[in-house]
T-cell receptor, first 115, second 113 residues
Framework: AQSVTQLDSHVSVSEGTPVLLRCNYS??????LFWYVQHPNKGLQLLLK??????LVKGINGFEAEFKKSETSFHLTKPSAHMSDAAEYFC?????????????FGTGTRLTIIP | NAGVTQTPKFQVLKTGQSMTLQCAQD?????MSWYRQDPGMGLRLIHY???????DQGEVPNGYNVSRSTTEDFPLRLLSAAPSQTSVYFC????????????FGPGTRLLVL
């Protein structure tokens, strides 16, 4: 069975400083991994995805994530936070299950940006 | 394209009342799904459909019914609302079941008193 653990429920950083949102996963097979972002009162938007190609994945808005199989991690980073990055972020693992892909969502990390 | 639309945006129900949450997409996606989002629990899959006339249960299907008579629409029915169904509900669609292609609607916030 697959699972996702987002290690921090809330992260606060100052504008212009680096962002690190941590995600660990558990999967029986070779998973696909994703980060989604949810701005207040909005639906989820795909930020980036890992599907067994390059281990360093670049996404939208300057975010990137590195897949580390040995550590079963897929942490999300950004070199310099912007006020518009304030949102909730979800790490998602996907496994194929009898022809369908089963998605498992993490519990989310709320990112606050301090002016 | 309007993408994925959901109505209503907000609803208050009394225990035992029934209602239907509407979801529509104009992207000709085969796969549609319903999730509920609760604090500290991420998103959990309620029901999904891989095409018109085909539906299946997800992780938390109890208390909810779905049908898929057209490709575009995937309504979620609460037959007898309970306070435990207070949540934010998201509809999503994609060409297939891959997470990378999922498009989410803006959500329906439901409060059951």
């Amino acid at each position: 069975a697959q699972s996702v653990t987002q290690l921090d429920s809330h992260v606060s950083v100052s504008e212009g400083t680096p962002v690190l949102l941590r995600c660990n996963y558990s999967s029986s097979y070779s998973p696909s991994l994703f980060w989604y972002v949810q701005h207040p009162n909005k639906g989820l938007q795909l930020l980036l995805k890992y599907t067994s190609a390059a281990t360093l994945v670049k996404g939208i808005n300057g975010f990137e994530a590195e897949f580390k199989k040995s550590e079963t991690s897929f942490h999300l980073t950004k070199p310099s936070a912007h006020m518009s990055d304030a949102a909730e972020y979800f790490c998602v693992v996907s496994e194929e299950n009898f022809g369908n892909e089963k998605l498992t969502f993490g519990t989310g990390t709320r990112l606050t940006i301090i002016p | 394209n309007a993408g994925v639309t959901q109505t209503p945006k907000f609803q208050v129900l009394k225990t035992g009342q029934s209602m239907t949450l509407q979801c529509a997409q104009d992207m000709n996606h085969e796969y549609m799904s319903w999730y509920r989002q609760d604090p500290g629990m991420g998103l959990r899959l309620i029901h999904y459909s891989v095409g018109a006339g085909i539906t299946d249960q997800g992780e938390v299907p109890n208390g909810y019914n779905v049908s898929r008579s057209t490709t575009e629409d995937f309504p979620l029915r609460l037959l007898s609302a309970a306070p435990s169904q207070t949540s934010v509900y998201f509809c999503a669609s994609s060409y297939w079941t891959g997470a990378e292609t999922q498009y989410f609607g803006p959500g329906t916030r439901l409060l059951v008193l």
